[in-house]
């Protein structure tokens, strides 16, 4: 559970599986990931473990290229929207929000949508 990476989010076990491989299960799982709603189920190879999610848990999605954190629900930070309008524009300082907020999307840190 260290430095967790998951493939992305499931309600249903993959078809087949690598050991290895973890998913967050979603919130109105089947089969047997029925039961583990929020949990992140990895495959051994020999069967399903589950990990229970904790307020603050962290993990990567893959499938999304951005960080998750639990609370409550599985949670993905979007990137606000660059800034716009205004009665003095600042071209430099806004080119340099755009790229720092970029710069994060690319780190993982928000999510694409």
């Known amino acids: 559970m260290i430095q967790c990476v998951v493939e ?3 309600q249903a076990p993959p078809a087949s ?7 967050l ?6 089969g047997v990931f029925a039961g583990h709603a929020a949990a992140i189920a990895g495959w051994t190879g020999s069967g399903w473990r589950f990990v229970e999610a904790v307020v603050g848990l962290s993990v990567f999605d893959k499938s999304a290229g951005c960080v998750r954190r639990f609370a409550e629900t599985w ?4 990137a606000p929207l660059p800034p716009t309008g205004g ?3 600042d071209v430099e300082a806004r080119a340099a929000i755009v ?7 690319e780190a993982g840190v928000f999510a694409t949508s």
Do not use: C, H, K, Y
């Not at 599986?17 to 998913?23: H, L, R, T």
């Not at 299960?25 to 089947?30: L, N, Q």
């Not at 949670?75 to 979007?78: K, L």
């Open 8 to 10: 992305g989010e499931v």
């Open 17 to 23: 599986p690598s050991a290895g491989q973890a998913w």
């Open 25 to 30: 299960v979603g919130d109105a799982p089947t």
């Open 75 to 78: 949670q993905s930070f979007i």
């Open 87 to 89: 009665t003095t524009i």
């Open 99 to 105: 790229n720092i907020m970029e710069r994060l999307v």
